[in-house]
């Protein structure tokens, strides 16, 4: 099974709301990532994780707050976004970083 | 630092004909290499990737893609393409030094199908 669930399908949030987006999988990977994706635009990586720790930050800012709880799930917490953070947000995971990538369906976020 | 090419921004081609998407990347080493697809609003499904060994790779819903390092090229192609083969494709090439391993995915190549 190479599936990557993502919690929730679509969110709509305020400039001033806090929210987290989930992602879970159960394949045993131990790389999870946060990717962003504007329309018409290819992902843009956002966050790593490796064995339960940051890996790469790609100089993201501190309103989006990645945590990684445990090996099968990953958060992103929102505060404070801006309308320029709307977009599908993807999370991905591998066996381990640098392997093939499996992405989940993505959460259409909203910002008003 | 590795980049991917994808020169074609749009592909039309008629159901039952042949497809060849172009992926050109630039890398210091043996590069890893993806190919991804995503239908609208959906995430990406991996449709092939190559580490080493055998140039020419198999992948799902019957494409097939071609490692050329001389020509830096990494093409996917399929002998016939089906309408439910319409979406984004993205070529994507991945970092093999250790503690730098991440995708850089290119601009993707749309596909539109005509009956």
């Known amino acids: 099974d190479t599936e990557v669930t993502q919690t929730p399908k679509h969110l709509v949030m305020g400039m001033t709301n806090k929210k987290s987006l989930k992602c879970e999988q159960h394949m045993g990977h131990r790389a999870m990532y946060w990717y962003k994706q504007k329309a018409k635009k290819p992902p843009e990586l956002m966050f790593v994780?490796?064995?339960?720790?940051?890996?790469i930050n790609e100089s993201v800012p501190s309103r989006f707050s990645p945590e990684c709880p445990n090996s099968s799930l990953l958060n992103l917490h929102l505060h404070a976004l801006q309308p320029e953070d709307s977009a599908l947000y993807l999370c991905a995971s591998s066996q381990q970083q640098g392997y093939e990538q499996y992405f989940g369906p993505g959460t259409r976020l909203t910002v008003t | 630092a590795q980049s991917v090419t994808q020169p074609d921004i749009h592909i039309t081609v008629s159901e039952g004909a042949s497809l060849e998407l172009r992926c050109n990347y630039s890398y210091g080493a043996t590069p890893y290499l993806f190919w991804y697809v995503q239908s609208p609003g959906q995430g990406l499904q991996l449709l092939l990737k190559y580490f080493s060994g055998d140039t020419l790779v198999q992948g799902i819903k019957g494409f097939e893609a071609e490692f050329k390092r001389s020509q830096s090229s990494f093409n996917l192609r399929k002998p016939s393409v089906h309408w439910s083969d319409a979406a984004e494709y993205f070529c994507a090439v991945g970092a093999s030094n250790f503690g730098n391993e991440k995708l850089t995915f290119g601009t993707g190549t749309r596909l539109t199908i005509i009956p």
């Open positions: 994780y490796s064995y339960e720790k940051l890996s």
